[in-house]
C-alpha cells in the first residue's frame, strides 16, 4: 500500500492550497480516507475524514468551515482543500486509509491503518 500526499508549501495567512494524496496497492473503494497533521512540538491530531465515496465527512473544530475534503474514486485520489490559512495550520499534513462500514466516516486515529509520508505546509504570519 502506498499513499502520496503532496501539494504542500508556504503560505501566507489568509491563503489556500490544495493538498492532494496519491493512492495505490489496495481497493481503494473499500477504505474511508483521513488527512492527519503535525505540528512542531506536538502529537498528530485528525484534520478531516472522509467516508468511501465522499457523501460523508467530518472535521475537526478547529478547521470547520475552513477546509473540505473530497475524494475521486476513479482516479484513487483525495484531496484537502484548505482556505483561510492560519499560522496555527502549519505541520506535516499525512493522509491515511481506514477499512470501515461503507457509510460510515471516522475520526478516530486508531482506525487508520496504512499511512503515507507527509507534506509539509507552512502558514506564514
Known amino acids: 500500500v502506498q499513499l502520496q500526499a503532496s501539494g504542500g508549501g508556504l503560505v501566507q495567512t489568509g491563503g489556500s492550497l490544495r493538498l492532494s494524496c496519491a493512492a495505490s496497492?489496495?481497493?481503494?473503494?473499500?477504505?474511508?480516507v483521513g488527512w492527519f497533521r503535525q505540528a512542531p512540538g506536538k502529537e498528530r491530531e485528525i484534520v478531516v475524514a472522509v467516508n468511501w465515496n465522499g457523501d460523508s465527512t467530518d472535521s475537526a473544530d478547529s478547521v470547520k468551515g475552513r477546509f473540505t475534503i473530497s475524494r475521486e474514486n476513479a482516479k484513487r485520489a483525495v484531496y484537502l482543500q484548505m482556505n483561510s490559512l492560519k499560522p496555527d495550520d502549519t505541520g506535516v499534513y499525512y493522509c491515511?486509509?481506514?477499512?470501515?462500514?461503507?457509510?460510515?466516516?471516522?475520526?478516530?486515529?486508531?482506525?487508520?491503518?496504512?499511512w503515507g509520508q507527509g507534506t509539509l505546509v507552512t502558514v506564514s504570519s
Open positions: 491515511a486509509v481506514a477499512q470501515l462500514p461503507r457509510r460510515s466516516v471516522t475520526m478516530k486515529s486508531e482506525n487508520y491503518i496504512h
Open positions: 496497492g489496495l481497493s481503494f473503494n473499500n477504505y474511508g
